[in-house]
């Protein structure tokens, strides 16, 4: 039965169910236990399955991730959360010398069913290290595969997926969506977990994104609309792999493509987007592929962020751009 | 020795006990209590001599002479096995080794401790302890011959690939021992790493973790005095075992030469971890007698007196003297023990001169276990790059 839910209570439902029907996942990370996570994304999942089973961490990143792979070695799938994006570095050695090739280099023999959790992305007025989007620096490792779910759908069975990977997969969660509502149907039969979806239809103009772009990519489309341009809008949901067939796919029909991301516009995933799809579409571009997202500077304070991040006149000014060539 | 050797020389590194001295206006501590020799847990002297000590001797009460020659035969096969890869390194066979010579007793003896359903986390230097695990000695030279980064399944004998990021693999066998406890299991878990991994981030986090936790694994540190050029001194100013105090778990130095010692030293660790009683910290006292690797060249940092004065401390020569002062063995064993390490150097050398070099498509295996879009593509496209070599040569 179809429930609506927010985003955040959506992965909280699915940490449950992948915690009741599979004894060998644990959730762990700082204050995921009592508190529920300083967003409540795991609220009630202590109480209900126990400190063995949902583990409040010492304070130690990689420590957090190092243990997960130790455990993940004894036949565990652990779930960890990392509290916000800017505290991940301390865990990155372990993400990428350990985690990401533990399986090549063990010729196969070893899986390394992680998970881990990072809320990501500004737009809620948070302070220094609290609103980074650096997916980038995951999606550039070979092991690793990363995702970011737009709506609670798919933040719901995105999580059952990654919990049921072999391989260890950062999954990104877009802090702001946190409390948007939205249909879960916990019957449904989803798709794979690295296929992009087509959101909107439209003929001009192709805008893809991901995570918590997705949102404002519908209403630049809305906005677009009301000029007499038709949008088709990409929520990519993978950021490794990409799914460029379906990008491919749209721009052969648009023949524009803008895509929208938080993160620096420097060698981000748009940069690679645009760089393939120049590749495989050339002689369908009307446009040069462009990108709007992050300047190359630290992210600002609060009261700057709004100048920073990409909003609807800022994508729409990228949609005249292309639309002009 | 040249002056410029002579000038270059560090300061002796016997006495562990010269920390706390420095000019920062504060006390020496009263945990260091060392004198010119440390004070570590014994029980055959370097000359051969057993003596008692009466915490530790109860975990080898037992041992039989069969025992003690099997311990004297481990270290020998696996001195005998290093010597053939440094030969093979030196013959380029070989891209690089990394030797355990001097450290034959600490993994012998704390290899030997460990029960079958334990599970062992190596850096990339427990050539003695894979030994005892029953891993191939040949399976380890894969990663040094370069054609793969670990040749074993580690779940075959419980003994996970080498970690050359030191100090991260105490985590990983810190996570591991949760999950035995977890599972309710009474096996243990053992994290080898160095005296220049101690200073790492992750050694504190998995001390952190496995005491907050409980956690079912024996630290075992070799401390062999140097971290490449390093000496201990670098990394700390307290003997390290002292370092399990603060995070509220036993520490114990042992004497990393003799085997007997580490054999007890380690039992008493790993029951300790069987019996719930949490990690603990082996400090195994060593000397790397070789260089840290075969790209090292340690006679720009040490003087050899210093290895010279540790060759009185060898290992395998005081088994030697014990065995053949209690008559526990004979000429004949150690002739066939002779004959059975030549046998085993040349097994070695034949089988890593086969050694194929792997597949060129092997560079896009198990990259992931479920599959990837962009790895599939890009096999794709090297397959045709290369095919389109024969198209040229006009073969198919």
Not at chain 2, 172 to 185: C, P, R
Not at chain 2, 252 to 265: K, P, S, T, W
Request: glycine share 10%; proline share 5%.
């Amino acid at each position: 039965m179809a429930e609506k839910m927010a985003l955040a209570k959506a992965i909280n439902e699915s940490l449950r169910r992948a915690l009741e029907t599979d004894p060998k996942v644990l959730v762990m990370g700082e204050d995921v236990g009592k508190l529920g996570g300083v967003f409540r994304v795991t609220d009630g999942l202590q109480k209900d399955f126990g400190e063995e089973r949902v583990i409040d961490t010492p304070l130690a990143e990689s420590g957090i991730v190092g243990t997960a792979i130790g455990l993940a070695l004894r036949g565990y799938r652990p779930v960890v959360e990392i509290q916000f994006d800017g505290f991940v570095f301390p865990a990155y050695d372990q993400i990428v010398t350990q985690l990401a090739k533990m399986h090549a280099r063990s010729l196969g023999k070893v899986k390394m069913p992680v998970v881990i959790r990072i809320p990501y992305g500004g737009g809620i007025g948070a302070v220094e290290h609290h609103s980074e989007s650096p997916e980038a620096l995951f999606a550039h490792v070979a092991g690793l595969k990363v995702v970011s779910p737009s709506n609670s759908s798919d933040a719901y069975w995105m999580m059952q997926q990654a919990i049921q990977s072999d391989d260890p997969v950062i999954y990104f969660e877009p802090k702001r969506r946190y409390w948007d509502k939205g249909e879960v149907d916990p019957e449904l039969i989803p798709g794979p977990l690295h296929r992009a979806s087509v959101v909107r239809e439209g003929t001009d103009l192709t805008l893809a994104a991901y995570g918590p772009m997705v949102k404002l990519c519908r209403q630049v489309a809305d906005a677009a609309a009301e000029e007499g341009k038709s949008l088709e809008v990409l929520d990519l949901r993978s950021v490794s792999p990409l799914d460029f067939d379906t990008i491919q796919t749209s721009v052969e029909k648009t023949r524009r493509l803008v895509v929208v991301h938080e993160a620096p516009v420097f060698l981000g995933s748009g940069a690679e987007i645009a760089a393939r799809i120049t590749e495989r579409c050339f002689y369908h571009l009307e446009a040069p592929v462009l990108r709007v997202g992050g300047y190359h500077a630290p992210y600002p304070p609060a009261r700057l962020e709004d100048e920073y991040l990409p909003g609807l006149d800022r994508v729409l000014d990228a949609v005249d751009r292309a639309l002009a060539y | 020795m040249t002056v410029e050797s002579s000038a270059a020389r560090k300061p002796r590194r016997s006495a562990a006990g010269k920390t706390g001295t420095a000019g920062t206006g504060r006390s020496t501590r009263s945990t260091v209590k060392q004198g010119t020799e440390p004070e570590l847990v014994q029980l055959l002297t370097p000359e051969g001599k057993r003596v008692k000590n009466a915490e530790f001797d109860a975990y080898v009460a037992g041992i039989t002479p069969d025992e003690l020659r099997g311990l004297y035969r481990d270290m020998v096969l696996t001195r005998r096995f290093d010597a053939e890869a440094t030969a093979l390194q030196r013959q380029g066979e070989l891209g690089l080794w990394a030797s355990l010579l001097g450290q034959e007793a600490a993994q012998i003896g704390s290899g030997r401790a460990t029960r079958e359903d334990d599970y062992v986390f190596p850096t990339y230097r427990e050539h003695g302890v894979a030994w005892c695990r029953g891993v191939d000695p040949t399976n380890l030279l894969g990663m040094f011959r370069g054609v793969n980064n670990g040749g074993w399944d580690p779940n075959g004998n419980n003994f996970h690939l080498y970690t050359i990021v030191i100090g991260s693999q105490t985590l990983h066998a810190t996570g591991y021992a949760m999950g035995v406890a977890k599972d309710g299991a009474d096996s243990a878990v053992i994290a080898y790493f160095g005296d220049g991994a101690s200073s790492q981030g992750d050694v504190a986090e998995s001390f952190t973790f496995s005491a907050v936790y409980n956690a079912p694994v024996v630290f075992f540190c070799q401390n062999n005095q140097w971290a490449i050029s390093e000496p201990t001194e670098k990394q700390t100013r307290v003997p390290l075992y002292q370092r399990a105090q603060g995070y509220g778990f036993p520490g114990v130095r042992v004497d990393g030469n003799d085997v007997l010692a580490c054999l007890a030293v380690t039992r008493w660790a790993l029951e300790r971890a069987r019996n719930g009683e949490g990690p603990t910290l082996v400090e195994a006292f060593t000397y790397r007698m070789g260089a840290h690797t075969t790209s090292d060249d340690p006679t720009r940092y040490r003087h050899d007196d210093e290895r010279v004065a540790w060759e009185a401390k060898d290992p395998i020569l005081r088994l030697r003297a014990y065995l053949e002062s209690s008559n526990h063995a004979d000429e004949g064993f150690f002739a066939e023990l002779e004959s059975e390490s030549e046998a085993l150097g040349k097994r070695v050398r034949e089988a890593v001169r086969a050694m194929p070099d792997p597949d060129r498509f092997a560079i896009f295996e198990n990259v992931y276990a479920d599959g990837h879009a962009l790895v599939d593509e890009e096999r794709a496209q090297f397959a045709a790059y290369q095919a389109s070599f024969a198209d040229a040569q006009g073969g198919n």
